[in-house]
Nanobody, 124 residues
Framework: QVQLVESAGGWVQPGGSLRLSCEAS?????MSWFRQAPGKEREFVAA????????AYAGSVKGRFTISRDNTKNTLYLQMNNLNPEDTAVYYC????????????????????WGQGTQVTVSS
């Protein structure tokens, strides 16, 4: 069993930046970020594989967000730049014991462990 604890999100103005972190209580292979905006379904944001650190991104965040991990600290990060109001959502960290191929990294059903979620609000 792996527990995931996300850092606090926060409020940021459009064009601003924010970094989220997620600490895992144990080893995890594929780790990811998902988000859910009010009235919308949960959607994939980014994922990273253990070992070779291969990454995958949703098209809406590619070039603006960067996912990374520090395996010595069992910690996942999401650096978010050039934020816009459409990025407002509850962000969830997720982890799996499997090391997925790139095409499977965006599937929520593949992750056994989930954090509690952290609110990110982008507004002026």
């Amino acid at each position: 069993q792996v527990q995931l604890v996300e850092s606090a999100g926060g409020w940021v103005q459009p064009g601003g930046s924010l970094r989220l972190s997620c600490e895992a209580s144990g080893r995890a292979n594929t780790m990811s970020w998902f988000r859910q905006a009010p009235g919308k379904e949960r959607e994939f944001v980014a994922a990273i594989r253990r070992g070779d650190s291969k990454t995958a991104y949703a098209g809406s965040v590619k070039g603006r967000f960067t996912i990374s991990r520090d395996n010595t600290k069992n910690t996942l990060y999401l650096q978010m730049n050039n934020l816009n109001p459409e990025d407002t959502a509850v962000y969830y960290c997720a982890a799996s014991s499997a090391n997925y191929i790139l095409s499977a990294m965006s599937r929520a059903e593949g992750y056994e462990y989930w954090g509690q979620g952290t609110q990110v609000t982008v507004s002026s």
